[in-house]
């Protein structure tokens, strides 16, 4: 985030209101936008105004409501493509289960799902309803679809919900609105013309044709990354261990590989052409010796214990540091204590520029998670930062190699 009062200065953003109790909620979210700068047009759908008023909205943006293709007041038309065309960001929130499943199948019945196909920019959608509503797996394969649109979802919040119950489904709470809306707006293609290549997810080592040996990294980190380098310019190779997500942006090249030795093929093949690498990976630092051609059964001669010999895989961090010639390279450090010094050690050991380190020692930060509370570690520096959402830190780690390395 942009630390300057006006950080959003000269940036347009249509905001989408729908029809649910959170609407409410962007009355706030309107107020720190203008704040920042910000130009907003706000457009609601059919049944926003059951639940917040027009006059609020255009109140505090300075501009009329849209909810219709025509005003009914002067008969003009709110040209639609000219309203995609316009924005920087289309920011849906709260979006409702039934305008988050039109968006996903591509309907257009109202004004702002015409703009939302329209758009050219950007598309954020926060949703929000009852907690079952959003567990449903019609809601939750219409927000996957979303994300294959490229659109980025933000999380929903947990926690107490109009119905009385508690649970998932929350709109996100203003701060975490804010900060997407921020790290999406403030990119200004420092990347442009660089290659990035990073490494994401968990490696499967296989011990017989349906087991294998993981880990429970689920890639977010990287893929965050990856997203984020995008938007910020850069041509990005993505080496991804097995995980469920997919990348949004389309100067993304993914490549998908299983094993530690895969992603070490893959990595080394491209790594000459890049000016930064991020070994984002939780990659395995053993495998399986002999991996079995049938499926082990048990073996009752052997008792209740079993011995699997396991052997060392490569190391792609360090086999990068030793090849390196003027590429910029950033490892991770995942440590469950003594992290500083364990951090430091692995930054002279494989040669890298950076070490990101996170401890499970803070809350919130590692693995599964959508936050991440990060040190930026290097020969000179050490940056503590708070816990935020893993697409800031994303943003934290590009800005920082950008400035200390590639300006
Ligand atoms: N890494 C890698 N290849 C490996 C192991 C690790 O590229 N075979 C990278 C990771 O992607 C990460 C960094 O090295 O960027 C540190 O990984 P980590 O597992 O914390 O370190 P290790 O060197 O494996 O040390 P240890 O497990 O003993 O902490």
Redesign the pocket.
Known sequence: MEKTPQALKGKKIILGITGGIAAYKMHAVVRHLKKLGAEIQIIFSPCAEEFVTKLSFSTMSERPVYSEFYSSEDGSWNNHVELGLWADLLLIAPCTANTLAKMAHGMCDNLLLAVYLSAKCPVMIAPAMDLDMYAHPGTQRNLSNLESFGNQIIPVGDGALASGLSGKGRLAEEEVIMEYVNTSLSSKNEFKGKNVLI?AGPTHEPLDPVRFIGNRSSGKMGYALADKAAQMGAMVTLISGPTNLVPQHPNIKLINVET?QEM?DVALKNFSSQDLVI???????YRPKNIASQKIKKNIENGDSMQIELIK??????EMGKRKTDQILV?????TTQGLK?AKE?LS??NADVIVLNTLEDEGAGFGTDTNKIYIITEKDQLALPLMPKVHVAQEILTFCHHNFLK
């Open positions: 490494t530690a070490y070994a984002a990976a939780a990659v395995a630092d895989n490569p190391d792609i961090l360090q490892g991770f450090a995942l440590e364990y692995k050991k494989k």
